[in-house]
């Protein structure tokens, strides 16, 4: 059976499972599982390309029910339209009673030569709000 959500929405859920699947100590198929899905759902479903080169990694050490927290790196360019290295931010997903959440991106780098936090704000939001259709992990689909 399908199920459609806010993909923020699934994260959490999934992030949820996977914890209570730990905090059982299992070691189960189930952990597996949940831990699949959630790579699964971030590298085909949040930015990947046009500067987000690694794609976006959902640190699942440091997340939880009311907690995402997600990891990318940001290929810079400078005024020739050449690669200048990488700056590297964290991006923390938060409730928020009034706008479903909040987020808060951060420039993990000591150099601030580029600080792209906008755009990579605006790119995680747009991802995050998107339609996600999550099938069964039963097998019934």
């Not at 730990?22 to 046009?50: F, N, Q, V």
């Not at 990488?86 to 959440?101: E, K, R």
Request: aromatic content about 12%; proline content about 1%.
């Amino acid at each position: 059976m399908a199920y459609t959500q806010k993909l923020y929405s699934a994260l959490a859920s999934a992030v949820g499972a996977l914890a209570t699947c730990r905090a059982k100590d299992s070691t189960s198929e189930w952990e597996s599982r949940w831990a699949d899905r959630i790579e699964y759902m971030c590298k085909e479903h949040l930015p990947h390309g046009s500067g987000v080169d690694a794609g976006v990694v959902l640190d699942l050490d440091k997340s939880r029910l009311d907690r995402l927290v997600f990891t990318l790196g940001f290929h810079n360019m400078d005024s020739n339209g050449m690669y200048d290295g990488w700056s590297h931010y964290t991006a923390i997903l938060t409730p928020c009673l009034q706008f479903d959440y909040k987020l808060r991106v951060t420039m993990s780098d000591k150099s601030r030569k580029y600080a792209d936090i906008d755009y990579i704000r605006d790119l995680l939001d747009h991802s995050l709000n998107r339609a996600y259709t999550q099938e069964s992990l039963y097998g019934d689909n």
